[in-house]
C-alpha cells in the first residue's frame, strides 16, 4: 500500500506510514502565482492500493479541493483502489436542512469524493448527530473509527483522575464518555444539550443540563468529539463547577480551536485539555496514526 499526505496531514502521514512499515509517498503540492494549486504524484500507483490522508481541517475547502486533485489524478494514474482518509470530516455538521435553501454540506461533499474516483472512505469520531452511521453520507465503504480508547487510555495512565466520573455534553457524546470511562474503570454519564440557532446566524445559543448526576468533590472527564467555538465545553465545565467538580479535564478527538476557543476553555478553569493529531494544535498530544494504520492492515 501506498500512504500519500496532502498538506493538511503530512505529519500525520508519515506517522502511519511508519506504523505500517512503509514509507509515505512522494507527493508534489504548490501554487501557481494566482493560487491555483499545483499537483503532481511522484510515485507509480498503477494497480497499488493508496491511503490518500488529508484531514478537512481551519481551511476545509482549499483542503477538500486539494484532496479532490488528488484524487482524480491517482484514478487517472491506474491506482486499483483509493481510500480516502479524513481523520476530521468537515461539513459533517450541516447534514440537514435546518432552514430551506441551505446546502446539504456533507451530503454534497461525499458525492464531490466519490466522483473524484474515492473506493472507500475512513473517518474519526465523524459527527453522526442526527444519521448514526457515516454509511448514510458516502455510497461507497465507509468507516467511522474512534481515538476516544486512546484518549482514554492517555487519560488512565497521564492525568490519572482521582473518584473520576466521564461526562458527555450532550446525548451523541454518550458514547465517548463510555469508551473513555471503560479505560479509567469509572462511570459515566450525558449532559443534555439544547442548541438554538437562529435562522440567518451561523453561531448558536445553548443550554446545558446536568440532570442529577453527583459530581460534588469528583475529578470529572469531559469527553467530546468536536471543541471547535468551546461553547459546548465551557457550559459543561461551568454546569460540572456548580454541582462541585474537583478538577476537570477534557479530552477531545478533533480541537478545531476557532475563535481562540483554547484561551476560553482555559479561562473557564480546567486543569487540562487533550485533543488529537486528527487536527494539528497546541493540544494535539494524543496520535491517531496507530487507529488508522491498525484499519487499513485489516483492508478497508
Ligand atoms: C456537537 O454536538 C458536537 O459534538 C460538539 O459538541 C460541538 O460541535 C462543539 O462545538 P462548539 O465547541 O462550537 O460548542
Known amino acids: 500500500m501506498i500512504v500519500l499526505g496532502g498538506s493538511a ?3 500525520l502521514a508519515n506517522k502511519v506510514a511508519k506504523e505500517l512499515g512503509e514509507k509515505t509517498g512522494q507527493i508534489e503540492i504548490k501554487r501557481f502565482p494566482d493560487g491555483e494549486k499545483y499537483i503532481r504524484v511522484h510515485e507509480d500507483v498503477k494497480g497499488q492500493d493508496v491511503a490518500l490522508i488529508q484531514s478537512l481541517y481551519r481551511t476545509p475547502d482549499d483542503y477538500a479541493f486539494e484532496y479532490l486533485l488528488i484524487a482524480d489524478t491517482l484514478r487517472d494514474m491506474g ?11 468537515a461539513y459533517a455538521r450541516q447534514d440537514s436542512r435546518f432552514y430551506p435553501g441551505e446546502a446539504l454540506s456533507s451530503a454534497a461533499v461525499a458525492k464531490m469524493f466519490e466522483a473524484a474516483g474515492t473506493t472507500s472512505l475512513l473517518t474519526i469520531d465523524c459527527h453522526l448527530h442526527r444519521l448514526g452511521d457515516v454509511g448514510k453520507v458516502f455510497k461507497i465503504p465507509a468507516k ?6 486512546r484518549l482514554g487510555q492517555y487519560a488512565r495512565d497521564t492525568l490519572k483522575p482521582k473518584n473520576p466520573i466521564v461526562v458527555g455534553p450532550d446525548e451523541e457524546a454518550e458514547q465517548w464518555a463510555g469508551t473513555v470511562a471503560k479505560e479509567l474503570d469509572a462511570e459515566h454519564t450525558a449532559f443534555t444539550k439544547k442548541r438554538i440557532r437562529k435562522e440567518g446566524e451561523t453561531e448558536s445559543k445553548l443550554e446545558m443540563d446536568t440532570g442529577d448526576v453527583e459530581l460534588q468533590g469528583r475529578d470529572v472527564v469531559i469527553a467530546d468529539d468536536i471543541i471547535s467555538t468551546g461553547g459546548t465545553i465551557i457550559q459543561a465545565v461551568k454546569a460540572s463547577k456548580r454541582k462541585g467538580a474537583r478538577r476537570i479535564f477534557v479530552l477531545c478527538t478533533h480541537p478545531v480551536l476557532a475563535n481562540a476557543a483554547l484561551n476560553k476553555i482555559k479561562a473557564a478553569g480546567i486543569a487540562k485539555v487533550i485533543g488529537t493529531d486528527t487536527i494539528p494544535s497546541p493540544i494535539s498530544t494524543v496520535s491517531v496514526a496507530p487507529v488508522i494504520a491498525a484499519a487499513l492492515k485489516t483492508g478497508q
Open 9 to 11: 496531514s503530512t505529519d
Open 79 to 89: 491506482a486499483a483502489k483509493i481510500i480516502g482518509v479524513t481523520p476530521y470530516l
Open 144 to 149: 467511522n473509527l474512534s481515538a476516544m480508547q
